[in-house]
């Protein structure tokens, strides 16, 4: 399958200051999704972006196909930003990333 | 639109049981696929239904199994619970087969004991 990597594994931020998270991936996919989990288990759906830039709000992601990584920014972040972010790719079924917990204090 | 419903959302079994989760996908969704994750182990698939037919098989022993039926739901079951088992189940909700973009229940917490 195909191998997921997520960086960092751990992020610290001051409440107000901007993080990049990176997702690399060993194979061609046909999809590449970002989730934050909630504190209850759900996977929230950030990002389905197997290319190009896409942007909502204080969140945008980059996804560079034939280098084989894609990148999360966070913007002004906010206390609710905390949890884990995780990156999934996939050909048929999505492989996860182990995920960035992301901290941000007030 | 509603999103998808797992149930029961959490769940306490004895070694040795079975058990049966169920995810209602999204309306007009027709795939439906599972995941364990665990803290040791992460996010893992164990399959994928469309159609009523297993399209797509992970890395998990026979004792897990799924079925879909004609309006789309499935259900996932487990044999002879072991406690390794004890994970977070979630199904995942796909308008097409394999790689379309994925939505996510709110998951079934499954405790073994």
């Known amino acids: 399958g195909i191998q997921v990597e997520q960086s960092p594994p751990d992020l610290i931020l001051q409440e107000g200051a901007n993080s990049t998270l990176r997702c690399n991936f060993s194979?061609?996919?046909?999809?590449l999704q970002w989730f934050h989990q909630n504190p209850w288990g759900q996977l929230i759906n950030l990002f389905y972006i197997p290319s190009g830039t896409k942007q909502n709000g204080r969140l945008s992601a980059t996804t560079v196909a034939t280098e084989r990584y894609s990148l999360l920014y966070i913007s002004s972040s906010q206390t609710t930003d905390s949890g884990v972010y995780f990156c999934a790719a996939a050909t048929h079924n999505l492989f996860f990333g182990t995920g960035t917990r992301l901290t941000v204090i007030p | 639109k509603a999103g998808v419903t797992q149930t029961p959302r959490y769940l306490i079994k004895t070694r040795g049981q079975q058990v049966t989760l169920s995810c209602s996908p999204i309306?007009?969704?027709?795939?439906v696929s599972w995941y364990q994750q665990t803290p040791g182990q992460g996010l893992q698939f164990l399959f994928e239904y469309f159609s009523e037919t297993q399209r797509n098989k992970g890395n998990f022993p026979g004792r897990f199994s799924g079925r879909q039926f004609s309006n789309s739901r499935s259900e996932m079951n487990v044999s002879t619970l072991e406690l390794g088992d004890s994970a977070l189940y979630l199904c995942a909700s796909s308008f097409g087969q394999g790689a379309r973009e994925a939505f996510f229940g709110q998951g079934t917490r499954l405790t073994v004991v």
């Open positions: 309306s007009g969704h027709r795939s």
């Open positions: 194979d061609s996919v046909n999809n």
